[in-house]
Nanobody
Framework: QVQLVESGGGLVQAGGSLRLSCAAS????????MGWYRQAPGNQRELVARITGEESTYYAASVKGRFTISRDNAKNTVYLRMDSLKPDATAVYYCNADVKVRASDMSINYWGQGTQVTVSS
């Protein structure tokens, strides 16, 4: 069993910064891709950023240049540094990871429980 636990959400004023963390625990052989998604009320869940094991990154156009994704492979942890936050960033942020439990296994996709980010104007 694999668990993803997010932390670091909260309330911040527009223009401020937050850093989200997501730690994966359990029976883990490797994690290929880790990412952050968000879902605002009434909207579909959308990809914010993702990072591969080789630290290749992708960002949604709406956050490029303001958000930074990074990971610590030794700790199975992914981070999302969010700067110059805008009110439209208000959402529940979810961690996502493709995890191999054993070397011979296919990767299984896991989700965290989500952490609320609220940006006030």
């Amino acid at each position: 069993q694999v668990q993803l636990v997010e932390s670091g959400g909260g309330l911040v004023q527009a223009g401020g910064s937050l850093r989200l963390s997501c730690a994966a625990s359990g029976s883990i052989f490797s994690i290929k891709v880790m990412g952050w998604y968000r879902q605002a009320p009434g909207n579909q869940r959308e990809l914010v950023a993702r990072i591969t094991g080789e630290e290749s990154t992708y960002y949604a156009a709406s956050v490029k240049g303001r958000f930074t994704i990074s990971r610590d492979n030794a700790k199975n942890t992914v981070y999302l540094r969010m700067d110059s936050l805008k009110p439209d960033a208000t959402a529940v942020y979810y961690c996502n990871a493709d995890v191999k439990v054993r070397a011979s296994d296919m990767s299984i996709n896991y989700w965290g429980q989500g952490t609320q980010v609220t940006v006030s104007s």
